[in-house]
């Protein structure tokens, strides 16, 4: 079983000035075939709930199936770094916050993924000192959907990315590991990733950030929607699954990919 990818080998690589790629797995067979590919990091996600199980949102998804997928994911997993969602309603409370994450390490994730701001800079600091690490998720935060009123673009006007830096200089402050943003313009995502100290993920915020992350399912055409303006299809034109996901760990580190045809202004 060869060794699995820490976070500190993963802000050393930021640190060196190369970049990292994520893509979600939800089953043993997918971590396998992923990490033996060479992606460094596998996102459990709550995503799971569109992807496998049918739901219009992320909302439905209970701790009990991140802790089910998880292990899953685990058990197939040979030498990435697990990153697992906790899902919504699963940190409101501090106590809450910090059991759920644990039953998440406990399952075989190395780190959990929360979205929101400043508000969980308390949660944060307690995961840290439980040994917890972290990514927290701003931007478009699929949780907060009925909030948004749908899933929009973040951190347009002034008065809003400016939140959104504030958001992740407290967050880093209170000890997050990761950044993660989803659908923000290009220029802001490039501000945050040049103001915090540690590892950025984007998805839908252009090619600046320290990494990538697409949803496997829509990287591999494998769904029914229309894809988002954002992924790119690497099964298109690459005949099958080890061609494509080849290509996308090529094109993120080259920083081919994403191109400004897949960002937001």
């Given at each position: ?12 690589l930021?640190s060196?000035?190369?970049k990292?790629?994520?893509?979600t797995?939800?089953?043993?067979t997918?971590?396998s075939?992923?990490s033996k590919?060479?992606?460094e990091t596998?996102?459990?996600?709550d995503?799971l709930?569109?992807?496998?199980q ?10 009990d199936d ?7 994911v685990s ?24 059991n ?6 406990q399952?075989?994730a ?7 701001g400043?508000?969980?800079c ?5 995961m840290?000192r439980?040994g ?5 998720h ?6 907060s ?6 899933y929009?673009v973040?951190g347009?006007d002034?008065?809003a990315a400016?939140t ?9 402050e209170?000890g997050?590991d ?27 915020a252009g090619?600046d950030?320290d990494?990538?992350v697409l949803?496997?399912?829509?990287m ?21 699954w ?15 990919f994403?191109?400004?045809?897949h960002a937001?202004?």
């Amino acid at each position: 079983m060869p060794k699995t990818i820490t976070v500190s080998q993963i802000k050393q690589l930021v640190s060196d000035g190369q970049k990292f790629t994520m893509l979600t797995a939800y089953d043993a067979t997918f971590a396998s075939m992923f990490s033996k590919a060479g992606v460094e990091t596998l996102l459990v996600g709550d995503s799971l709930g569109m992807v496998c199980q049918g739901q219009e949102s992320t909302v439905p998804v209970t701790m009990d199936d991140m802790v089910y997928h998880t292990q899953a994911v685990s058990r197939g997993n040979e030498g990435a770094l697990i990153v697992a969602d906790l899902p919504f309603n699963a940190y409101s409370h501090l106590e809450q916050a910090v059991n759920n994450a644990g039953r998440l390490m406990q399952a075989g994730a190395h780190m959990v993924k929360l979205e929101g701001g400043a508000w969980l800079c308390d949660a944060v600091q307690a995961m840290s000192r439980a040994g917890i690490p972290t990514c927290l998720h701003l931007g478009l935060t699929p949780q907060s959907v009925n909030k948004f009123g749908g899933y929009k673009v973040q951190g347009r006007d002034d008065a809003a990315a400016q939140t959104m830096i504030n958001d992740a200089l407290a967050l880093v402050e209170a000890g997050a590991d990761f950044i993660l943003l989803e659908c923000v313009p290009a220029d802001l995502a490039r501000a945050i990733t040049e103001t915090v100290s540690v590892p950025v993920i984007g998805i839908g915020a252009g090619a600046d950030t320290d990494g990538q992350v697409l949803v496997s399912y829509d990287m591999l055409g494998l769904t029914q929607h229309r894809l988002p303006r954002f992924v790119k299809n690497y099964m298109a034109d690459a005949g099958n699954w080890e061609t494509a996901v080849d290509q996308y760990i090529k094109e993120v580190k080259s920083g081919d990919f994403p191109t400004a045809a897949h960002a937001f202004e």
